[in-house]
């Protein structure tokens, strides 16, 4: 009997480890689809800003005062990003979106100027998810492939994650759209106050919404092939291959 444990005790290790391995690839993927779309600090770059410009601008109507406020924030946040060694993309995207705002609030002497940028930036964005969609070109699969090492094998090699990306894909045009759908008649309408805490309560659900959907799709699909480890595969048996006709051209 101690024989046949001391022989079954390894193959429960190794079999353990195939299902470390895959809760620790899975929750790779599900950190690596959350920064994607920018993570923690991007929901607060889209959201804190804005919100100081919002209050502020709620308790003395002075654009200036609120726009510097906000741009000024915004120059925080993106040193802290540096400080972090993160990336100038990532470190300056929000400020280049506050600052267009400021720019277009201060020249029109319309606070609600400040979030159209924002809004139109969406807006496109959302026509550009549909059409991707609708073209067979999914643009969450564009944008996620190469980070989860798949690049574009999902569009004829992996049909059931080509679906999913599609569906992701749906869903975040819908729901920036009803976002649009709802911002841009404030925009025209209602007044700065109304569409500057609006636009702030919409910043943060509907991107946790679509990055849940996404994941809740992904997690349903088949596991992405790994096309970098099938180069390096190849690479490495084409290496093989070299160093046994040059041993036996020796011999």
């Given amino acids: 009997m101690a024989s046949i444990e001391k022989r079954t005790e390894p193959q429960s290790e190794a079999g353990a480890e195939p299902e470390h391995d895959a809760a620790a690839s899975r929750a790779a993927a599900d950190h690596a689809l959350l920064e994607a779309f920018g993570g923690v600090w991007g929901m607060v770059d889209t959201t804190v800003p804005g919100l100081v410009f919002v209050t502020i601008y709620t308790i003395n109507r002075d654009i200036h005062i609120a726009g510097i406020a906000a741009l000024g924030l915004s120059l925080v946040l993106a040193l802290a990003r540096l400080a972090k060694k993160q990336t100038l993309k990532h470190a300056f995207s929000g400020v280049f979106g506050v600052a267009f ?22 807006l496109g964005l959302a026509v550009a998810y549909v059409v991707s969609a ?13 980070i989860l090492k798949e690049n574009l094998s999902w569009r004829d090699r992996n049909p059931g ?8 894909t749906w869903a975040w045009g819908i729901i920036l759209l009803a976002k649009s759908a709802i911002l841009f ?9 109304q569409l500057g805490w609006v636009k702030v309560a919409l910043g943060i659900p509907p991107f946790l919404l679509c990055v849940y959907l996404t994941w809740v799709f992904l997690a349903k699909a088949p596991p992405p092939i790994d096309v970098i480890a099938e180069m390096e ?14 041993e036996a051209a020796a011999n």
Avoid: C, D, H, Q
């Fill in 101 to 122: 705002g400021v720019v277009f609030a201060m020249m029109s002497g319309n606070a609600k100027n400040f979030y159209l940028p924002g809004m139109l930036y969406t």
């Fill in 134 to 146: 609708m073209a067979g070109f999914p643009l969450i699969g564009l944008l996620l492939g190469p």
């Fill in 161 to 168: 994650r080509r679906v999913a990306y599609t569906k992701a």
């Fill in 185 to 193: 008649p404030l925009y025209l309408w209602g007044n700065a106050t």
């Fill in 233 to 246: 595969a190849a690479e490495a048996a084409e290496k093989e291959a070299e160093a046994a006709r040059k």
